[in-house]
């Protein structure tokens, strides 16, 4: 063998020699641990669910389950008045708030009375009624609503141009105690005739005349109940709050104080009809005395 090829593989033996001890040097452990490369962790912000509306709601529509939705919303900016479905504890944002503005004794109750009234279910709003303007997706809070009970109900409830005016019922009067809120009633004027002036003696019988002088009439409330409970059959009231136009108010206190009032509870089939006065419903009256057999008896003309 030639010397220049001895000395070329002494050249490469010595290389591979020297690079196994390389190879070996760098994967043997040291004793200081390697340092790996970690992704910082993403911090989830806790959210709760708060009830907005999910389109514009206008004052006085009231509300149904359609109007209204569940929206994420971060914890730490909720506030006070929104509602809230009760699942997520809201006590972080309290003590965060707490952290940075110091409250009374007063001011942690009526937090804490707050946010344990906030929680609830949708079906518990549906018929509130719109107070102010809300617009889709703003959170609905108790200032611009009126639920069933809270004062300003009966304003916020009746319809655009409509009255309400409440009057004397009993049992007898009301259908047996069957007309609930939200029915739809015919009311009846019963009223005596004065015969003082038509010839009428001593010891004649009076004369009653009865006639409809409103008809397919809303009932609002019985006494201060605006809505009968899930199961209730039927309400025993001393008053029935009806909801009436202007004109019809007046020609109703009128027939108030002619005689007493009865309510004919309509069929739901009939509630599409005709809704106010009755023309012609008080009408006027007049008598003749008639003698039967010498015996004079007063008998009225309508």
Same mark, same amino acid.
């Given at each position: 063998?030639?010397?220049?090829?001895?000395?070329?593989?002494?050249?490469?033996?010595?290389?591979?020699?020297?690079?196994?001890?390389?190879?070996?040097?760098?994967?043997?452990?040291?004793?200081?641990?390697?340092?790996?490369?970690?992704?910082?962790?993403?911090?989830?912000?806790?959210?709760?669910?708060?009830?907005?509306?999910?389109?514009?709601?206008?004052?006085?529509?009231?509300?149904?389950?359609?109007?209204?939705?569940?929206?994420?919303?971060?914890?730490?900016?909720?506030?006070?008045?929104?509602?809230?479905?009760? /699942?997520?504890?809201?006590?972080?944002?309290?003590?965060?708030?707490?952290?940075?503005?110091?409250?009374?004794?007063?001011?942690?109750?009526?937090?804490?009375?707050?946010?344990?009234?906030?929680?609830?279910?949708?079906?518990?709003?549906?018929?509130?009624?719109?107070?102010?303007?809300?617009?889709?997706?703003?959170?609905?809070?108790?200032?611009?609503?009126?639920?069933?009970?809270?004062?300003?109900?009966?304003?916020?409830?009746?319809?655009?141009?409509?009255?309400?005016?409440?009057?004397?019922?009993?049992?007898?009067?009301?259908?047996?105690?069957?007309?609930?809120?939200?029915?739809?009633?015919?009311?009846?004027?019963?009223?005596?005739?004065?015969?003082?002036?038509?010839?009428?003696?001593?010891?004649?019988?009076?004369?009653?005349?009865?006639?409809?002088?409103?008809?397919?009439?809303?009932?609002?409330?019985?006494?201060? /109940?605006?809505?009968?409970?899930?199961?209730?059959?039927?309400?025993?009231?001393?008053?029935?709050?009806?909801?009436?136009?202007?004109?019809?108010?007046?020609?109703?206190?009128?027939?108030?104080?002619?005689?007493?009032?009865?309510?004919?509870?309509?069929?739901?089939?009939?509630?599409?009809?005709?809704?106010?006065?009755?023309?012609?419903?008080?009408?006027?009256? /007049?008598?003749?005395?008639?003698?039967?057999?010498?015996?004079?008896?007063?008998?009225?003309?309508?």
């Amino acid at each position: 063998m030639k010397p220049a090829r001895i000395i070329v593989i002494c050249i490469a033996a010595v290389a591979a020699i020297g690079l196994a001890l390389v190879v070996r040097a760098m994967g043997s452990p040291s004793g200081e641990p390697a340092a790996v490369a970690t992704a910082a962790p993403v911090e989830t912000q806790p959210m709760a669910r708060v009830l907005v509306a999910a389109s514009d709601l206008q004052p006085g529509q009231r509300l149904t389950e359609g109007d209204m939705a569940w929206k994420e919303w971060p914890v730490d900016a909720v506030g006070a008045a929104f509602i809230t479905d009760g /699942s997520t504890p809201l006590e972080a944002a309290d003590a965060a708030e707490a952290e940075n503005k110091p409250e009374g004794a007063v001011a942690s109750v009526t937090r804490a009375a707050a946010n344990l009234a906030g929680g609830g279910a949708k079906a518990d709003y549906v018929g509130s009624v719109v107070r102010d303007p809300i617009a889709a997706g703003e959170p609905i809070t108790a200032r611009k609503i009126v639920r069933a009970g809270d004062s300003g109900y009966m304003a916020a409830y009746l319809e655009p141009g409509m009255r309400a005016m409440a009057i004397r019922v009993t049992v007898e009067t009301a259908a047996g105690g069957f007309i609930l809120p939200g029915d739809r009633v015919d009311v009846v004027l019963t009223r005596e005739t004065n015969l003082s002036n038509m010839g009428a003696q001593e010891g004649d019988r009076s004369k009653f005349t009865s006639a409809t002088v409103m008809r397919n009439i809303k009932v609002l409330a019985i006494d201060q /109940s605006t809505r009968a409970g899930d199961d209730a059959q039927a309400v025993v009231g001393a008053t029935a709050t009806l909801e009436v136009s202007p004109g019809d108010a007046e020609a109703l206190a009128l027939a108030k104080s002619e005689g007493e009032l009865s309510l004919v509870l309509r069929s739901y089939a009939d509630a599409g009809g005709p809704s106010g006065a009755v023309a012609g419903g008080r009408r006027d009256v /007049s008598a003749v005395r008639v003698y039967r057999g010498g015996a004079p008896e007063v008998v009225v003309v309508q």
